[in-house]
């Protein structure tokens, strides 16, 4: 069964510091690693997606892959409290379904 | 803000009743997924839709959901006879394509007393 595993289950960073999330994919036939974030209240908003070796920078986001190792990171530098969610890694490997992992629930502290 | 439109927000509901949900996914997004996220936020795939049609389901939702998405008409989400276990946010997302990004609306939070 694909599974998608994230670490850590809590983060806290003070104000302009550096959040990294981990996720790990169970099965290498994947197509995309996704992140999304997800406010109290609402549904859940893709911050960015990644399918190849290296980095990938969105502004303050910073996404990293490692094929070989199935392993997909996730950083977050200048944290503003605005960033203070729920995060979610999730794959797509077929159909277009998204298998999530449990979360990270990040605060970043004033 | 979310351009998915789910309906109702709230539902509660006794055990053994109908509940049903809608979803309006974003303009022009032929590919429309039901996920179920549960209080501890874990998420279940349930069903996705490429136009009116069928992709994928897991085997609970052929059993006692049933979902559809006509065309000119919201898409819904019923679950025939709802269990406390049943009690979770129901997402909707729709995209483009079925590996990008897909949009979620807000939710319905389903209650089963």
């Known amino acids: 069964q694909q599974k998608v595993q994230q670490s850590p289950e809590s983060l806290s960073v003070p104000e302009g510091g550096m959040a990294s999330l981990n996720c790990t994919s169970s099965d290498r036939n994947f197509q995309y690693f996704w992140w999304y974030r997800q406010h109290s209240g609402e549904g859940p908003k893709a911050l960015m997606s990644i399918f190849s070796d290296g980095d990938k920078k969105e502004g303050r986001f910073t996404a990293h892959l490692n094929k070989a190792s199935l392993h997909v990171s996730l950083h977050i530098r200048d944290s503003q409290p605005s960033d203070s969610a729920l995060y979610f890694c999730a794959v797509i490997y077929n159909q277009g379904k998204l298998i999530f992992g449990q979360g990270t629930k990040l605060s970043i502290k004033p | 803000n979310s351009k998915v439109i789910q309906t109702p927000r709230y539902l509660v509901k006794g055990q053994g009743q109908k509940a049903k949900m809608r979803c309006i996914p974003e303009k022009g997004h032929p590919v429309v997924f039901w996920y179920q996220q549960n209080k501890n936020n874990e998420f279940k795939f349930l069903i996705n839709?490429?136009?009116?049609?069928?992709?994928?389901q897991i085997d609970m939702t052929e059993k006692r959901f049933s979902a559809e998405c006509p065309s000119n008409s919201p898409c819904s989400l019923e679950i025939q006879s709802s269990e406390a276990g049943d009690s979770a946010l129901y997402l909707c997302a729709s995209s483009l394509l079925g590996f990008a990004e897909q949009f979620f609306g807000p939710g319905t939070r389903l209650t089963v007393l």
């Open positions: 839709f490429q136009n009116q049609e069928v992709l994928q």
